[in-house]
């Protein structure tokens, strides 16, 4: 609820009430303990609480409350199930959450429900030739299987480029947009050792491998000229060790936090024993972690004119996605969007979160990105599991429908039509493959791991379930690149070959400019409320609802034909009309119908 609202709370049951009580209460404590009013009739009660502004402690804020009632001599408490349906127990449960938010919270209209594109730059497309860098290996066989063997140290160096570039994505851009993309977002783009670059060689300067700053400039122009925004990913938990703030190898002129005690830098870590012992990213020595909120990082990454922030906004770009924002203080989320909102009033900020955001605990902080509007979105990974346990088979509707609410109701609404709604990332295996085999081997094996051809056809039918989906549901459905071709995949680094130009899967990229285009063109799709009609036994139906129009849409993952309400048919797979009034969707059929 934005700041300010009233909010009332109502308790019906069919029993007999002697007392009730109602507790609204935040992490901290409980603040209000207050006998409640019943109207009790034989053999039920009903009662209802009005909160206003002068209940809460302060402005914004993530609260809880439940109700407690004597019946016969017990007490109860008021719990909910996982359909977030209301019952009473004999012990305390759980709670419902109230979150109040500033109501000037707003992100960037211009992400509402539209459709985002991410791309791993060394795997998209290649334009030009390699430049020959020490210490990286230069791939000429485009769609090779990327290296994943230990050298002789037993480390997996990450260093072989199949030279994806900025001026590939540039050429490419009639492509991107063609699937109804308006936002671009690639993985970091900043020099590095990596192929990844989550090593963060350079926050300033693009990586040699991709081009020059007026590469990424040119790219940048050509995407807006497309009605594009571009999204670069902000690392700023860690860097690498092979940096200009770090330069364990002296790669960089030997000014860094491990040559120099006076380095300019060397605030900016955590060391046990200079130089060698030193606090790194999840033990990873080539990712030692940063102190976020030093001051002299602050200035670098944030305040300084010329900041990291300040700098590639100026370039071109429009936002931001942070990575591992969990791992990084609030206090440094909010200064870092201000200064972007500072320099572009609608620069975007999304965070990486695998979890109910509204309510995310890490590090024994409750976080408050939506209570404060530290960030605009979130990543989207409950949808994800969501929509895969019911396309697998391992839910038939109500989970899947319990997810989408809880989230839906959990987060202020404007948060809900920007949520980066994921089928895939380079963080998961291929959502090709996820949807048929979710083997566990090793690396070595997974590398052999390809679908056999009655694999292939399965997981591409259950792919346009899941998108169809994806596309459909409140949020900003993100396509990870080369998923609506095809590729296929485990883990990391499998999941990052190169785009398989030319050899496209076309009926599956048929169907995503397809899902594009419904996008584009239906408004309650983008920006509408929803409301689920049927979640059961295989079979999925619910409304958007925008400004007086509405549409259904169904998905059929059962065996029996399902009889849907007539009317417009914006798009549909497995359906027949029999007569003017009579639509009949068939197994692992899905629709779109606008209501006449």
Not at 269 to 284: A, L
Not at 396 to 420: A, D, F, H, W
Not at 422 to 446: F, K, M, P, S
Not at 474 to 499: H, I, V, W
């Amino acid at each position: 609820f934005p700041k300010g609202s009233e909010i009332s709370i109502t308790l019906s049951a069919d029993v007999n009430c002697d007392r009730v009580w109602f507790y609204l209460g935040n992490d901290e404590c409980v603040f209000i303990q207050r006998e409640v009013e019943a109207l009790r009739l034989a053999s039920s009660f009903s009662c209802a609480v009005l909160l206003t502004e002068k209940d809460f402690p302060t402005d914004n804020g993530l609260y809880f409350c439940h109700f407690e009632f004597m019946s016969n001599g017990i007490r109860y408490y008021t719990a909910f199930d996982e359909s977030n349906n209301c019952y009473a127990e004999t012990h305390f449960v759980n709670e419902t959450q109230i979150l109040i938010y500033d109501e000037k919270y707003a992100p960037p209209e211009w992400l509402n429900g539209k459709i985002m594109y991410q791309i791993f730059p060394d795997r998209f497309c290649k334009s030009g030739t390699m430049p020959d860098i020490m210490g990286r290996i230069l791939r000429e066989d485009w769609g090779g299987e990327p290296s994943f063997r230990p050298n002789m140290y037993g480390k997996v160096l990450n260093n072989d480029f199949f030279g994806g570039n900025f001026r590939g994505i540039t050429e490419k851009m009639d492509y991107i947009a063609s699937l109804g993309t308006t936002i671009l977002y690639l993985n970091p783009i900043g020099k590095a050792f990596s192929n990844h670059r989550y090593d963060t060689g350079d926050y300033k300067t693009p990586d040699p491998m991709l081009g020059t700053m007026a590469d990424f400039s040119a790219m940048c122009h050509a995407a807006h000229a497309k009605g594009i925004k571009v999204i670069l990913d902000g690392v700023y938990s860690h860097t690498g060790s092979d940096s200009i703030y770090f330069d364990k190898y002296q790669h960089f002129g030997g000014n860094g936090a491990y040559n120099s005690e006076n380095s300019p830098y060397h605030s900016w870590y955590k060391f046990y024993n200079w130089p060698n012992s030193y606090h790194s990213w999840w033990g990873f020595d080539t990712l030692p972690t940063v102190n976020k909120m030093d001051p002299a990082f602050i200035k670098y990454i944030i305040t300084d004119e010329d900041s990291v922030v300040a700098h590639w906004l100026n370039a071109g770009a429009d936002g931001f996605r942070l990575d591992v924002v969990d791992e990084i203080p609030d206090e440094f989320v909010l200064m870092l969007k201000k200064r972007i909102r500072q320099i572009r009033p609608d620069a975007l900020l999304i965070g990486e979160v695998w979890e109910d955001a509204s309510n995310k605990s890490a590090y024994g902080v409750r976080r408050r990105y939506f209570v404060d509007g530290i960030l605009d979105s979130a990543m989207n990974y409950p949808f994800r599991t969501a929509i895969i346990n019911f396309i697998r088979g391992w839910d038939n509707g109500p989970g899947l429908k319990n997810t989408i609410m809880s989230i839906v109701e959990n987060y202020p609404p404007q948060v809900v039509q920007c949520n980066m709604n994921l089928l895939g990332t380079h963080d998961t295996a291929r959502i090709l493959t996820t949807l048929v085999d979710n083997y566990e081997g090793t690396r070595e094996e997974q590398s052999k791991r390809f679908l056999s051809r009655s694999q292939y056809i399965i997981a591409q039918e259950r792919l346009m379930l899941a998108s169809f989906l994806q596309y459909t549901l409140p949020g900003s459905p993100s396509l990870y690149y080369a998923d609506e071709a095809g590729m296929e995949g485990c883990k990391d680094p499998f999941n990052r070959r190169t785009y398989p130009w030319g050899r496209e899967d076309r009926d599956l990229l048929a169907h995503f400019k397809q899902l594009g285009q419904l996008r584009k063109n239906c408004e309650p799709l983008r920006l509408g409320d929803i409301q689920f009609f049927r979640a059961d036994d295989r079979q999925v139906g619910f409304t958007r609802t925008w400004q007086g129009k509405t549409v259904k849409v169904y998905i059929n993952r059962g065996h029996d034909l399902w009889q849907i309400a007539p009317g417009k048919i914006l798009l549909g797979h497995n359906i027949r009309t029999l007569g003017s009034d009579c639509i009949v969707m068939g197994e692992k059929g899905f629709c779109v119908v606008e209501e006449e």
